[in-house]
């Protein structure tokens, strides 16, 4: 069946997916350093991923949808009214490179906990509650033609599929003078190849960057031996899982934001030092039903 949306097709996909059982994960809030818990449990069929504050009274809740999303550096942030939570980019990542759909996402904090920077804590405790798969369909909506968004030096764009699954490509480029320089890395996403090569990518950022960040008064609980921070000298009081890892984790994030879509999407991915920013325009522009109709009433 072909959509109303010219880029793309729709057709069944495979049957959604739940967990099993609860599953907590603690730690704390880059951003605001405090301690918080997030607990995995099992939904309905077309429940979607929610995020709930159960610090909160009556327990609300955010959908994980681009409609929600709302502009904040370096992170991905939803709100619905004046409910919001915080840097769940990982959270989404491990759920969608699982190949979850619904999911309630338990939070006692407005913010998800940091970890080591990358998604495996999230990876395990979903691993340690079992997939279960249900009796619905999930939606997968395959790219016909190609889109791009952005700007010349930095976008993201997807093309019709050569495959059964996604294909993801990150370039990133510091220059050649950046402690960091130039990375590229492709990957055909599974679960499998999601946890090997994906999930163990860590967040990074610039000396100069995490600087500021602690000048203005954020992240200060953070330190350099919880994520990446290079120097001149490479990463400080730390070491890099994959020679490439910064171009990988950028993909992480991609899989994480790609996933307010609410429905598969099958293509071709490539992007050129593009962002956060960048993913949710990309979500618009091929899901503009994402962004509307019952996902944003619910998100007002």
């Known amino acids: 069946m072909v959509t109303d949306d010219p880029h793309l097709a729709m057709d069944t996909g495979r049957k959604q997916r739940t967990i099993g059982r609860p599953a907590a994960v603690a730690g704390f809030g880059y951003w605001s350093g ?74 006692d904090q407005p913010e998800v906990p940091g970890l080591d920077g990358s998604a495996v804590p999230f990876v395990e405790a979903l691993d340690a509650a079992g997939i279960v798969r249900q009796d619905a369909w999930q939606p997968r909506r395959l790219v016909e033609r190609t889109v791009r968004v952005g700007s010349q030096d930095q976008w993201i764009e997807v093309r019709p599929p050569d495959a059964s699954v996604p294909v993801f490509r990150y370039e990133l480029d510091y220059g050649s003078a950046g402690p960091i320089g130039r990375q590229v890395f492709e990957i055909a996403l599974t679960p499998d190849s999601f946890r090997r090569e994906l999930a163990p990518c860590r967040t990074f950022l610039l000396k100069a960057e995490a600087q500021w960040l602690h000048a203005q008064g954020i992240g200060r609980r953070t330190t350099a031996r919880d994520l990446l921070v290079f120097d001149e000298g490479g990463p400080i009081d730390n070491h890099e899982r994959f020679p490439d890892e910064c171009a990988r984790h950028k993909l992480l994030d991609l899989v994480g934001d790609l996933a307010l879509a609410g429905c598969d999407l099958v293509g071709r991915f490539s992007a050129y030092r593009s962002g956060h920013h960048h993913n949710a325009e990309l979500v618009r522009a091929l899901v503009p039903d994402a962004d509307a109709g019952g996902a944003r009433r619910r998100c007002a």
């Open 34 to 107: 405090r301690d918080v818990r997030l607990e995995f449990r099992p939904a309905e069929v077309n429940a979607g991923i929610v995020f709930v504050r159960g610090d909160l009274p009556g327990c609300p809740a955010v959908p994980a949808r681009v409609a929600c999303r709302v502009d904040a550096p370096r992170r991905t942030s939803l709100r619905s009214g004046t409910v919001a939570v915080e840097m769940v980019e990982h959270v989404l990542a491990a759920l969608a490179g699982l190949g979850i759909d619904n999911c309630a996402v338990w939070l």
